[in-house]
T-cell receptor
Framework: DAGVIQSPRHEVTEMGQEVTLRCKPI?????LFWYRQTMMRGLELLIY????????DSGMPEDRFSAKMPNASFSTLKIQPSEPRDSAVYFC??????????FGDGTRLSIL | QKEVEQDPGPLSVPEGAIVSLNCTYS??????FMWYRQYSRKGPELLMY????GNKEDGRFTAQVDKSSKYISLFIRDSQPSDSATYLC????????????FGAGTRLFVKA
């Protein structure tokens, strides 16, 4: 079975540029989660979707961050404009109701 | 006070030792308890999943949940260098729409 697939694996870009992270959840899962992980703050939930609808975006740090889920098999997390403090590993996870989440291998983002 | 407390370590043990990893929590509504293992530059991988109180064993791994004390543990028997990773506890429950709360993670090093 294919797991959660994220792309790109690594992204290095300059401050002010737009960054788009992509996620394909596990087929059949109806919830999708975006997390950010740093040494200082650990794993932080940014936003999650249920049946393609955003349910809780209280973790999105600023208006510079936006996320979409146009269909059950694809989601994007966009940062515009990017800043050096956005540098982190971004994870996508998915699950079906009341089941544990399964994570992708993350996108390592560096903003110079 | 955080909802989930986990000692970040690092914890260093010799090969073959029994490892005990622990988390405490404050929300009595948590019902689902998980342990994830995260290797460097990889996403968290589900290791153990238990519902309510009790023990669950899977090979060298045993998960324990004590809801009366709000305390969960993961034991690793006959630890191997390949067990060196960060271990995150996680839990969810009826409140908050089954939102999963993660511990900070404990870094484990098993020395050959």
């Amino acid at each position: 079975d294919a797991g959660v697939i994220q792309s790109p694996r690594h992204e290095v870009t300059e401050m002010g540029q737009e960054v788009t992270l992509r996620c394909k959840p596990i087929s059949g899962h109806n919830s999708l989660f975006w997390y950010r992980q740093t040494m200082m703050r650990g794993l932080e939930l940014l936003i999650y979707f249920n049946n393609n609808v955003p349910i809780d975006d209280s973790g999105m740090p600023e208006d510079r961050f936006s996320a979409k889920m146009p269909n059950a098999s694809f989601s994007t997390l966009k940062i515009q404009p990017s800043e050096p403090r956005d540098s982190a590993v971004y994870f996508c996870a998915s699950n079906s109701e009341r089941q544990p989440q399964h994570f992708g291998d993350g996108t390592r983002l560096s903003i110079l | 006070q955080k909802e989930v407390e986990q000692d970040p370590g690092p914890l260093s043990v010799p090969e073959g030792a029994i490892v005990s990893l622990n988390c405490t929590y404050s929300n009595s509504a948590f019902q689902y308890f998980m342990w994830y293992r995260q290797y460097s530059r990889k996403g968290p991988e589900l290791l153990m999943y238990t519902y309510s109180s009790g023990n669950k064993e899977d090979g060298r791994f045993t998960a324990q949940v004590d809801k009366s004390s709000k305390y969960i543990s993961l034991f690793i028997r006959d630890s191997q260098p390949s067990d060196s990773a960060t271990y995150l506890c996680a839990m969810s429950g009826l409140t908050g729409g089954f939102k999963t709360i993660f511990g900070a993670g404990t870094r484990l090093f098993v020395k050959a």
